[in-house]
């Protein structure tokens, strides 16, 4: 066989599979970013003036959207109706109960035993978040507040998202001094 003759034959290159590749590769990106944004709401966050940064979030950590007229939205599902429930807060103690029942029944939330006026009181030791739209009242805010504090429920972390940067009107922080 002629060396020279085949080293000029084409060769055709099935992109097929690599096309394939790429296309799976896509989807998974894309179903692995859409699930661990899956518990967020788009709200506007208030700016905060001083912050710390959230690093390295706790994966266990219960969070709670408060919309703009004050409905809380708890994995996908609305806890709470402000315009259905109005001042009738008792959906969100049941709310904040269910979450403690299901973390100590699971084991996803850690609970320690403190002596808080000369009682042993059981309280969840991990911090839940609360994502309140910029513009909603704060009174729902208080409430949620509030019911973390009951004993029977006693998240004694509570963590608040604030936004560095305003999306309505892009304004950002101010550089901190010794900040880089």
Same mark, same amino acid.
């Given at each position: 066989?002629?060396?020279?003759?085949?080293?000029?034959? %084409?060769?055709?290159? %099935?992109?097929?599979?690599?096309?394939?590749?790429? &296309?799976? !590769?896509?989807? &998974?990106?894309?179903?692995?970013?859409?699930?661990?944004? *899956?518990? #967020?709401?788009?709200?506007? !966050?208030?700016?905060?003036?001083?912050?710390?940064?959230?690093?390295?979030?706790? %994966? =266990?950590?219960?969070?709670? @959207?408060?919309?703009?007229?004050?409905?809380?939205?708890?994995?996908?599902?609305? $806890?709470?109706?402000?315009?259905?429930?109005?001042?009738?807060?008792?959906?969100? *103690?049941?709310? #904040?109960?269910?979450?403690?029942?299901?973390?100590?029944? /699971?084991?996803? !939330? +850690?609970?320690?035993?403190?002596?808080?006026?000369? /009682?042993?009181? *059981? !309280?969840?030791?991990?911090?839940?978040?609360?994502?309140?739209? /910029?513009?909603?009242?704060? @009174?729902?805010?208080?409430?949620?507040? +509030?019911?973390?504090?009951?004993? =029977?429920?006693? &998240?004694? +972390?509570?963590?608040?998202?604030?936004?560095?940067?305003? *999306?309505?009107?892009?304004? +950002? @922080? $101010?550089?901190? /001094?010794? %900040?880089?």
């Amino acid at each position: 066989m002629d060396m020279q003759k085949i080293s000029q034959e %084409d060769f055709d290159m %099935d992109m097929t599979p690599m096309i394939d590749c790429v &296309f799976l !590769l896509m989807i &998974f990106f894309v179903l692995v970013i859409d699930l661990s944004q *899956k518990n #967020l709401e788009d709200l506007i !966050l208030p700016r905060a003036e001083f912050q710390e940064p959230d690093d390295q979030p706790p %994966d =266990n950590r219960p969070i709670l @959207n408060v919309l703009q007229n004050g409905s809380v939205i708890f994995e996908g599902k609305v $806890a709470y109706d402000a315009i259905k429930d109005g001042s009738n807060y008792a959906p969100i *103690k049941q709310l #904040l109960l269910d979450i403690r029942r299901n973390g100590e029944l /699971k084991g996803t !939330l +850690k609970i320690v035993t403190e002596d808080i006026g000369g /009682k042993p009181t *059981k !309280l969840v030791d991990d911090p839940i978040l609360i994502r309140a739209d /910029k513009w909603t009242e704060w @009174n729902v805010i208080g409430e949620i507040m +509030k019911q973390c504090s009951q004993p =029977n429920i006693a &998240f004694w +972390k509570v963590e608040l998202a604030m936004s560095e940067q305003d *999306k309505e009107t892009g304004e +950002k @922080n $101010a550089k901190l /001094k010794g %900040d880089k």
